[in-house]
């Protein structure tokens, strides 16, 4: 389960340079960005449409600077803060993550990204506590949210409850029927309950 960057979109320079990317052009596609943050040194958009090209390109450190610098020009950049935690989780920094995404949440408390990306960090952090809490508040801003359901279901496999993982899974392939993963995620529970009730025997 990849974490969630937010893919807004505030203007047409990012539609242009992924037009590029699309065709295998991704030196053209930084090129024209670069040549959209030159003509609006201040946009905290074009900025930030640079950084998130760049960590479409799996280049984290222009990726990290340009998300910056957004967020320099403007504070309150959702988007930019909440690209940039996940950012900083990729380089190996979950507690720079942390402080990033509580920003989110103080601008926007029904962020339900920053909630989800923020159980991530916490869960590498070893705090199942807190990354089930946000969790739960991520359940609570949208009840049924797959990804939420998926990490909920899997962050009880972990702590050895695979009923409760089973119940959880079932209930993500009964709200998504459509989605494979939902119900991969039941059938290996399914099994590592059924390993549990013969070890039990």
Known sequence: ???????????T???AALLRLQV?????????LKAVVKAQPDSADAQYNLALLYTRLGR???ARTYYRKAIWADPQHIPALNNLAVVERRLGRPRAG?????RVLALDPQHL????????LWLELNDLGRAQECLNRALQIQPGNLEALLRQGTLRAH??????????????VRLHPGRAQPRRCL???????????????
């Open 1 to 11: 389960m990849d974490d969630r960057l937010d893919r807004t979109e505030p203007c």
């Open 13 to 15: 320079g990012l539609q």
């Open 24 to 32: 295998g052009d991704p030196t053209g596609a930084v090129a024209h």
């Open 60 to 62: 984290l450190q222009p």
């Open 98 to 102: 942390l402080a990033l995404l509580e």
């Open 113 to 120: 990204w920053a909630c989800i990306n923020m159980s991530d």
């Open 159 to 172: 702590l050895g409850d695979q009923a409760g993982a089973v119940r959880i899974f079932a209930e993500a």
């Open 187 to 201: 059938q290996q529970s399914l099994a590592a309950l059924q390993r549990g009730c013969r070890d039990e025997k």
